[in-house]
């Protein structure tokens, strides 16, 4: 409690409410501009919010102590969904609800779509953002793999330059991103998998609501027995969600035999690294990469024969 | 840190207020509109029994700041009877038992509420998933979730 200055444990229950220790300024820009223009200005002295769930969290219990808080709540360019040949644009306001709820998401990205519906629960999905999930870097962010999987592009756009990170550029560390402290993700690109691909999410959490242990997206594309294009990523196993490449590599132009799985499965358990901590136990989180890896394997094969 | 002022609409009534930018929507909701049945616990997106409908749709009023409802439509658990008369769901959760220490039953009859008015006839798995976010720690959700199925079925 040392921590808590402001609150006065005799008055506790009169201040019970009073729970963000933090005082900052907020501004609600109208458009685009206005919002890169207070970043530009402010650089890292400001926060941005959209959703709220995790920076909200995160200065309750002072992990941040931002002097300004930027809200992208009242710019509606910046709440779209759009579709067309190549793919899905969504907005840095669309709310996880919305993204989840879309025809398309769920025909065309099914590992998406997984991850969204497993997603904490209807209330914070209906809060939080996808944008937001992905800028906020947790290691286990679910949106993550099946973003790494569809090789999802953000667009950075800061009020001099705009530019595209590919997701895989993306993540740095626990909370740290390719992102400039002017710059801010408007969009989120996922173009269409490849026709006949299939693709799927799977998890462990303790109950539903809490935060992955081990989470991971597959995508397959097989001729015949062949797997044609394979792409594997996993969330909650190291500093950031990452694509495990050598294992893509090796099962590539290979049939999905027991054997060439077991060799995947100590690749991906060589590939990851994984700590301890509250949810899981180092030892305990590659042994379950290993059986997610094949689970999703499987489900994708089952898929390709159920064809 | 500027007080803003904010104008919204709680349970049908529209409200002026000055606040804080480090307020959150639980907090004005019962400490500056005095509404109680709002409850605080967690405070961390956990438990859900602060939610809240705003423009409509569930949310965790904890993690929400009071300066971003400008605008908005917000329905507490005091707006869902009508002159004095529980609604349908409130009788049923007490015809099936469905609390014990009643403080998470706010939470569960705003979800129930949500619910039914999006979707009259859910399925088991249905009610189940909308009340993923709300957590009960005394009861057991079984009653709950059957209060919430008898009024969809009564009402066929």
């Avoid at chain 1, 309750?60 to 793919?87: A, C, F």
């Avoid at chain 1, 306001?93 to 025809?103: A, Q, T």
């Avoid at chain 2, 039953?105 to 859910?122: D, E, K, Q, S, Y």
Wanted: glycine content about 6%; some cysteine; charged content about 30%.
């Amino acid at each position: 409690m040392s921590q808590n200055k402001n609150i006065n444990l005799g008055y506790i229950n009169l201040f019970n409410t009073h729970i963000i220790p933090v005082k900052f300024n907020y501004h609600a820009p109208q458009t685009l501009e206005e919002a890169l223009n207070l970043l530009n200005k402010l650089k890292d002295k400001a926060r941005v919010i959209a959703g709220g769930t995790d920076l909200i969290v995160d200065m309750k219990l002072r992990r941040k102590e931002p002097e300004h808080v930027v809200s992208l709540n009242k710019i509606r360019e910046l709440d779209y969904i759009t579709v067309d040949s190549l793919g899905v644009k969504i907005g840095a306001i669309v709310k996880l609800r919305k993204i989840e709820k879309e025809k398309i998401i769920r025909e065309r990205f099914p590992a998406l779509y997984e991850a969204l519906k497993s997603m904490a629960s209807i209330q914070v999905r209906n809060m939080g953002t996808m944008v937001g999930n992905i800028c906020n870097a947790s290691p286990a962010a679910d949106t993550a793999p099946p973003l790494l999987i569809y090789n999802a592009t953000l667009t950075a756009k800061s009020l001099n330059n705009e530019r595209k990170i590919p997701i895989e550029e993306f993540f740095k560390a626990p909370g740290k991103t390719a992102l400039k402290e002017d710059e801010l993700v408007t969009e989120i690109f996922i173009p269409y998998p490849p026709q006949d691909s299939h693709s799927t999410f799977l998890k462990i959490t303790r109950v539903g609501m809490d935060l992955s242990k081990v989470s991971i997206a597959v995508l397959t594309k097989f001729n015949g027995s062949i797997i044609e294009d394979i792409r594997i990523a996993l969330g909650a196993v190291a500093p950031t969600p990452l694509r495990i490449r050598r294992a893509e590599e090796f099962l590539k132009n290979k049939p999905l035999t027991e054997e060439n799985l077991k060799i995947v499965q100590e690749i991906v358990a060589k590939e990851i690294k994984p700590i301890t901590d509250v949810r899981s136990t180092e030892w305990y989180r590659r042994e379950v990469a290993k059986v997610l890896v094949k689970d999703a394997l499987m489900k994708c094969l089952e898929e390709e024969g159920g064809r | 840190m500027e007080k803003k002022k904010i104008i919204f609409k709680i349970n049908g009534v529209e409200k002026t207020v000055e606040v804080e930018p480090n307020k959150t929507l639980l907090w004005l909701i019962r400490e500056v509109l005095k509404l109680k049945g709002t409850k605080k616990a967690c405070e961390r997106g956990d438990c859900g029994l602060c939610t809240v409908l705003l423009n409509g749709e569930p949310v965790k009023s904890c993690l929400v700041l009071a300066v971003e409802v400008d605008g908005s439509e917000i329905v507490t658990v005091e707006g869902l009877s009508r002159d004095g008369e529980l609604t349908p769901i409130q009788k049923a959760f007490i015809e099936h038992g469905a609390l014990q220490c009643g403080f998470c039953t706010p939470a569960f009859v705003i979800v129930g509420h949500w619910l039914l008015n999006r979707n009259p006839n859910p399925s088991r798995e249905e009610v189940v998933e909308a009340l993923n976010g709300v957590l009960c720690r005394c009861t057991g959700y079984r009653p709950i979730i059957e209060a919430i199925l008898d009024v969809a079925k009564k009402r066929k």
